[in-house]
């Protein structure tokens, strides 16, 4: 154990002995040339041997059990700790989505404006009349649809009595949906909201922007008894066609599901679209 | 010591930038940087994601079995990224609807696991750090360079702003619809890596 190595810096040449020699063999170079190499392995592999093998196999199984119960119990305590902040984000944002619809676009304090213009949250009936939805503030529209559930917001702006319709369809990536707003005769567009889990930034994204939405106010809905109110390639539609709307430019498998997702849900609508009278309290 | 901390940040900035040099995370850089805004956001949140893994890697690194090193590193950028997706949707919620699916996407960067793996796993937590922020900063900054000619091309805007005045679309002036198509962030990712190399010539091959 007691002996030490010396390099040589000059050549390389290694001396093994207590100190260095006086003059290297090969290259002749002194004494101070050499210098001592301490030796990493040596003492690093000690310690080592107290420490558990790394590369064992119950080693790497506890070690990877450990890291996921760890891990699982951040997550759900992280979850936990957040959810009522996020639902009541959800809420209030879903709420501001019916409000967009409602050309009430940005609101600074969301929840005080939608109990000021919201009269209702309704459902349609089989003849097309409506009646008070009694349950919790709903913000997954689509799982509604499917139940057959078909929701219907009153609202009140100026006087004028409003219908908000929750849609939801398919984009090119992921889901897509929306809010309509109808004026009292239920067929004129008072305005218009789209939004989208994850289409193109700046292609089939450019739905959720009001550039697009601007297109759809004044246009018609139903024409006899069909959904007539279209999304066409950019472009083709015509200036005097009360139904045809601009779609988006370079985005046509978006702007085709979002004429899809119109039409699917309105034709669902169209009982109440259609009736002589939806309910005398609406 | 210093020195070494210092080249750890300031490499990946320019000379041994991740997307001009290593050419990772191009995948994200293409999807992102059609608009400014999530460019930023997405460059941003990747920085701190990358800083925040290299450093909890680098403090386990003499623990993990060598065998399943690239899973353990998966967890760890995984769980962080959920947390930091779950903090967003409960105190920045618009940030968060903004971001969507590029917070999930961050995992898959290859950024992460590069670092993670090329750096933390050999280095001190303050040196994993700085090269964890060095890199993020060094792919916000490629990826703010594209998304502002793609969108001031494609869209006429910045940040959403229309800055191309009215009266030149008057003029027959018209945006540039490639620009927001994602081939041509690879156009402009090739012009920057061609003036990078061209001012790097110790990178260039034969």
Same mark, same amino acid.
């Given at each position: 154990m007691a002996t030490k190595k010396f390099k040589c810096k000059v050549c390389g040449y290694v001396h093994e002995g207590d100190k260095a020699p006086e003059k290297c063999p090969m290259c002749q170079a002194p004494q101070s040339e050499f210098e001592e190499i301490v030796e990493a392995g040596a003492e690093a592999a000690a310690p080592a041997k107290k420490v558990l093998n790394t590369n064992s196999n119950v080693y790497t199984i506890v070690y990877a059990a450990v890291m996921v119960i760890i891990v699982a119990f951040l997550l759900v305590f992280v979850s936990q700790t957040l959810k009522e902040r996020q639902t009541a984000n959800v809420i209030n944002d879903t709420k501001q989505q019916i409000l967009s619809a409602l050309n009430l676009r940005d609101q600074a304090d969301v929840a005080s404006t939608? @109990?000021?213009?919201?009269?209702? &949250?309704?459902?349609?009936? %089989?003849n097309g009349s409506l009646q008070d939805y009694k349950g919790e503030f709903n913000t997954s529209y689509k799982s509604e649809f499917d139940k057959g559930n078909l929701h219907v917001f009153v609202a009140e702006i100026d006087g004028q009595k409003k219908y908000v319709i929750p849609m939801?369809?398919?984009?090119?990536?992921?889901?897509?949906?929306?809010?309509i707003a109808l004026n009292e005769d239920r067929n004129t567009v008072y305005g218009i909201y789209f939004s989208h889990s994850s289409e193109t930034p700046g292609l089939g994204g450019e739905i959720a922007g009001t550039k697009f939405q601007d297109r759809f106010p004044g246009k018609l809905v139903v024409n006899g008894r069909d959904v007539a109110l279209?999304?066409?390639?950019?472009?083709?539609?015509?200036? @005097?066609?009360?139904?045809?709307? &601009?779609?988006?430019?370079? %985005?046509?498998?978006?702007?085709?599901?979002?004429?899809?997702?119109?039409?699917?849900?309105?034709?669902?609508?169209?009982?109440?679209?259609?009736?002589?009278?939806?309910?005398s309290n609406y | 010591m210093a020195n070494k901390n210092n080249e750890a940040f300031k490499q990946p900035l320019w000379v041994n930038n991740p997307v001009l040099v290593q050419i990772l995370g191009i995948c994200s850089a293409l999807a992102v940087t059609a608009q400014l805004k999530p460019a930023i956001v997405m460059g941003l949140s990747v920085t701190v994601i990358v800083a925040m893994s290299n450093v909890i890697i680098s403090l386990l690194r003499n623990t993990i079995p060598n065998r399943i090193r690239i899973i353990i590193q998966l967890v760890v950028v995984a769980a962080l990224v959920t947390i930091v997706s779950e903090i967003l949707k409960a105190f920045a919620y618009d940030v968060s609807v903004q971001l969507s699916v590029y917070v999930g996407l961050i995992i898959t960067n290859c950024i992460l696991m590069g670092r993670l793996e090329a750096f933390a796993m050999q280095n001190g937590p303050w040196a994993s750090f700085l090269d964890g922020i060095g890199n993020g900063l060094g792919y916000a900054a490629i990826l703010v360079v594209v998304a502002f000619v793609r969108e001031l091309f494609g869209s006429g805007t910045l940040f959403g702003f229309q800055v191309i005045p009215q009266a030149c679309y008057e003029a027959g002036y018209l945006n540039n619809g490639l620009m927001i198509m994602p081939p041509m962030a690879l156009i402009l990712a090739g012009c920057i890596i061609w003036y990078h190399r061209a001012k790097n010539k110790d990178l260039q091959e034969n």
């Open positions: 939608y @109990s000021m213009v919201i009269k209702a &949250d309704a459902l349609m009936q %089989a939801n369809g398919l984009g090119l990536w992921g889901t897509i949906w929306g809010y279209k999304v066409v390639k950019y472009g083709k539609a015509d200036k @005097s066609s009360k139904y045809e709307v &601009d779609g988006v430019t370079g %985005a046509t498998i978006t702007s085709t599901g979002v004429n899809t997702m119109i039409n699917k849900v309105l034709s669902a609508y169209i009982p109440f679209l259609t009736a002589a009278n939806v309910g | -």
